[in-house]
């Protein structure tokens, strides 16, 4: 036995969209997360620290002028400046 149209309307065409039907409302739905390790967290602010320093020039041209320009007046170098320098590198190596 053959099932054909009946008035224009196809009888499989009526069980397919009620089946599909019932699938989506057996769909729930869940909100999407995301979790960081503190591993990635540190490694990433490890990369980002390291772009800093290297984008970061090593040298500060603007200080090394003012300096350039402070030791070029004769009174600017005397024995207090000295022993002031000599504390702040000493300082710097823990000495």
Not at 48 to 74: F, G, M, S
């Amino acid at each position: 036995m053959m099932i054909g149209r009946i008035d224009n309307v196809n009888p499989l065409n009526n069980v397919q969209n009620v089946r599909r039907t019932q699938a989506k409302d057996n769909t729930y739905s869940t909100a999407d997360s995301v979790s960081v390790s503190d591993e990635a967290k540190a490694a990433a602010e490890a990369y980002y620290l390291n772009q800093v320093a290297a984008d970061t020039p090593d040298i500060r041209q603007d200080l090394v002028a003012a300096i350039k320009e402070k030791i070029k007046d004769p009174n600017y170098l005397n024995q207090a400046v000295i022993a002031s320098t000599a504390d702040r590198i000493l300082a710097s190596y823990g000495l």
